[in-house]
């Protein structure tokens, strides 16, 4: 896992693929956790698709910023060509600056993170990233979810 402070040592592309995912956080739907999610990825075709949390007052039915960045660059034909996902989060309540924790994808974002991964044949890199930006742990989906149940498990692919 590469950490990074200075947003400086990132790619052009990946610096703008993580302001995308901030971006994308001030839309997040999240009146009961308020923790706002935001997610961006990027395909190999350098297409940019953004998703944020949407929580529901029956809580079990949230939905993760991941979730829907998967989704929109499913309906775009995308789904199987996805390089690398940012996320970022920050507590509403708190002063943004104060969000200094990374967010790492939940156990099922990682699953379907794991899906796209075998549909692309090859391993996505995931950007955990605080708010501000000011911390960048970049790892990928192989190492978030090892040995992960997938097509595979099933005798496809
Ligand atoms: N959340 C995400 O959007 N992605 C993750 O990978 C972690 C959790 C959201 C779900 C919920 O709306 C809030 O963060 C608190 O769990």
Known sequence: MNTYSSLDDLSPQDRDLVHAARAAARHAYAP????????????????VYHGCNVENAAYGVVLCAEVGALAAANV????????VIAVTGRLLATDAKQSIAVVTPCGRCRQLIFEASQRARHDIRVLCCNHDLSRIEETSIMALLPSGFGPASLGMG
Do not use: F, I, N
Not at 32 to 47: C, E, F, K, M
Not at 76 to 83: I, N
């Open 76 to 83: 775009d034909g995308a789904g199987d060509v996805v390089q």
């Open 32 to 47: 009961y956790s308020g923790y706002a999610v935001g997610a961006a990825l990027r395909t190999q075709r350098g297409v």
